[in-house]
């Protein structure tokens, strides 16, 4: 104990010390007795450990065969040695990635501005899209080409191409372009309503609109999100992939290589970090077969009028109104004109429930299906009227 004492706390000195008291003249007759090599007692000791560890693996293994791993009866992959072993994904990230770079595009666009002199000038923007067909379909959100007077293409070979665009739709804000190319690489479209939070999320896209190609990945963090994206209601996915400006219209792909959303925004601050939106694949491909075929999305209720939101008492001057609110600014549908709604009326209630933005009105709106009536209780100067209107498919005149 005194030799310990004296050399603990000094690695240097510990092993002479136990090799001074092994060979003490007290210790020689039981050291003959009971002799154990330095090598032999190492190779012991690894046999053990390899045994112990063997006996460990086999009886995790066995308790999970009888019990199921987990009490909750979901299947739970437990090798947490990387993201694709630790979501259960069929492929590796590289797999996915060479499955879909060339299926990914960078978009560029030029818009002519206006200033208040009358002078006009030209600004850019970058974003993402995915290739849905072979003959040259794009698909990408409509706040990446909205208002743009140009756009143009960057395949993932370097060619760049100019765009022509098919067909939008700003509620569920996605756009349909093509470019002049046969033989292109198409996504294979996923199923969204199949997904669980957890599962692997592999975003490509164009962030920053200079780093085309760029994967990043992550795991679906939430499924039906309700989100609020420029006044418009959105029901999206959320990733916990990076996403970054330029990410827009890009693809999120499942353990499978199959595209399971359109990346669409971002939440951003000092206090927030790893939260991405993407409207999910039966969005999009819904969406996008409506937008070619017809050029606007079918079968979406609508009032047949354009209302605006005015939320302040300047904007309620501007407007010649003195009340802020939800107002008709035009009235577009034939059954909205019959109902006798007109421009200027204040609208202050749907079906008895008290209309808060124009947000409200539209979900309330869109509950609904092509054919119903809904009772509109509007303000019209010092009177208050209820008006029942019929509502009809929504479309670029409604």
């Known amino acids: 104990m005194d030799d310990w004492n004296k050399f603990s706390g000094n690695t240097d000195n510990f092993e002479e010390s136990t090799h001074r008291a092994a060979y003490s003249p007290e210790n020689i007759k039981a050291k003959k007795e009971k002799f154990v090599t330095k090598k032999a007692f190492i190779i012991t000791l690894i046999i053990a450990m390899i045994f112990s560890a063997l006996l460990g693996a086999g009886g995790f293994a066995l ?4 019990f199921g791993g987990t009490s909750s009866g979901k ?43 009358a002078r006009q000038y030209v600004t850019n923007g970058a974003g ?64 969204s309503t199949a997904l669980s939070v957890g599962d692997l999320s592999v975003v490509i896209g ?103 939101d005015l939320t302040s008492a300047s904007e ?17 549908g034939d059954n909205a004109k019959e109902a006798g709604l007109q421009a200027g009326d204040l609208v202050y209630m749907i079906d008895g429930k008290q209309v808060t933005s124009s947000d409200m009105l539209v979900r309330e709106i869109q509950k609904h299906k092509v054919g119903d009536t809904v009772k509109l209780t509007i303000v019209r100067g010092e009177d208050m009227k209820e008006i029942q209107v019929t509502l009809q498919e929504a479309n670029a005149n409604n």
């Not at 630790?86 to 990230?93: D, W």
């Not at 756009?151 to 569920?172: F, K, M, P, R």
């Not at 939800?326 to 009235?331: E, F, Q």
């Open 63 to 66: 308790a999970s065969n009888f």
């Open 75 to 117: 299947n739970i992959n437990s090798t947490n040695f990387n993201l694709t072993k630790a979501t259960g994904s069929e492929l590796s990230i590289q797999e996915i990635v060479a499955k879909n770079e060339n299926s990914v595009v960078a978009i560029t666009t030029e818009s002519v501005s206006t200033d208040t002199w």
């Open 128 to 191: 993402s899209g995915v290739v849905y067909s072979e003959d040259g379909y794009i698909l990408t959100n409509n706040h990446v080409i909205e208002g743009a007077s140009t756009i143009n293409v960057t395949l993932n070979d370097g060619s760049t191409h100019e765009a022509a665009l098919v067909a939008a739709d700003s509620q569920s804000d996605i756009a349909v372009i093509k470019i002049d190319v046969k033989g292109l690489t198409p996504v294979t479209i996923g199923d």
């Open 206 to 308: 164009n962030p920053l609109g200079t780093l085309a190609g760029t994967a990043t990945e992550g795991i679906i963090s939430g499924l039906e999100r309700e989100i609020t994206l420029e006044g418009k209601s959105m029901t999206l996915l959320q990733i916990s992939a990076s996403v970054n400006p330029g990410n827009s219209g890009g693809g999120v792909f499942d353990q499978h290589g199959s595209l399971i959303g359109l990346v669409v925004a971002k939440s951003s601050g000092s206090d927030v970090e790893g939260l991405g939106f993407a409207i999910p694949s039966a969005t999009v491909k819904q969406v996008a077969d409506s937008l070619i075929k017809d050029g606007y999305v079918t079968g979406r209720p609508a009032a047949g009028i354009t209302i605006v």
């Open 316 to 332: 309620a001057m501007k407007y010649g109104v003195s009340v802020t609110g939800v107002y008709i600014k035009d009235v577009t």
